[in-house]
């Protein structure tokens, strides 16, 4: 019997400990500024509350992908010059396009109701999405740091990487909720005017990252 208690909640005791790490290290990735950030605030101005939970549901459903993807041994494949390459390129093209939207958005009508608006060409979702698989540096990330865990957690099988990935997934989902929702609850103090400047910001922001991207896609397929 003092052998069998120990031995049966290992076990357990493991597989929480993958949870927790990966959620501590997921919220050292989420807090830091950022293009899936930047379009959380803005589509939180735009849309209300639910921007949050749904431009994690398309940052997520990104992730989760790659999740198995590593898992089946990608992990080698999106380390090449090549492909980080392409990446960039690819991001930086698609950051400048929803930068360069931002910068030309205009205030709705609804913003001084405080009621939410559905307007705009791409939805959180796929914003979520798209800032997500356009970072050169989040792919990388993943390639490195996000590898590394899923090795440790693939050695209990099937339930490590459900708690790697819960760990994660949750770490994104509760801090983007809560920048969404924060930011909506201020909508009804914006003019306009603000309402403007803010997007002219992300906009920008997205924009410099984009260029940023570019350059450096370029530079890895010099390596090559």
């Known amino acids: 019997m003092s052998r069998t208690v120990p031995s049966a909640r290992m076990p357990a005791m493991e597989i929480a400990a993958i949870f927790f ?8 990735g989420a807090l830091m500024p950022g293009p899936v950030l930047t379009v959380t605030i803005a589509h939180a101005i735009r849309r209300g509350p639910m921007a949050g939970p749904l431009v994690s549901l398309g ?7 790659l999740v198995v993807a590593l898992t089946l041994g990608l992990s080698q494949v999106i380390q090449l010059p090549l492909v980080t390459g392409l990446i960039g390129i690819l991001g930086g093209v698609c950051l400048l396009y929803m930068g360069s939207g ?10 001084s109701s405080g009621k939410p608006s559905a ?6 979702v796929t914003a979520g999405a798209l800032t997500s ?30 708690a790697f990935g819960l760990g994660h997934l949750t770490a994104d989902f509760s801090w983007f909720t809560t920048v969404g929702a924060a930011v ?5 103090l914006l003019t306009p005017g603000v309402y403007r400047g803010i997007f002219v910001v992300c906009g920008a922001f997205l ?7 570019l350059a450096s896609g370029a530079n890895s397929l010099r390596q090559i």
Do not use: C, D
């Not at 790490?21 to 050292?28: A, N, P």
């Open 21 to 28: 790490s990966s959620l501590v290290v997921g919220f050292s």
């Open 59 to 65: 940052h997520g459903a990104v992730e989760a992908t």
């Open 102 to 111: 931002m910068i030309h958005a205009q205030a709705p009508s609804e913003l």
């Open 119 to 124: 307007e705009g060409s791409i939805g959180p």
């Open 133 to 162: 698989v356009s970072n050169p540096y989040w792919v990388i990330w993943w390639a490195t740091v996000g590898a590394a865990q899923l090795i440790l957690a693939f050695k209990y099988g099937i339930l490590g990487v459900a």
């Open 184 to 188: 909506a609850a201020g909508r009804r």
């Open 207 to 213: 924009l410099l990252l984009g260029l940023y991207f």
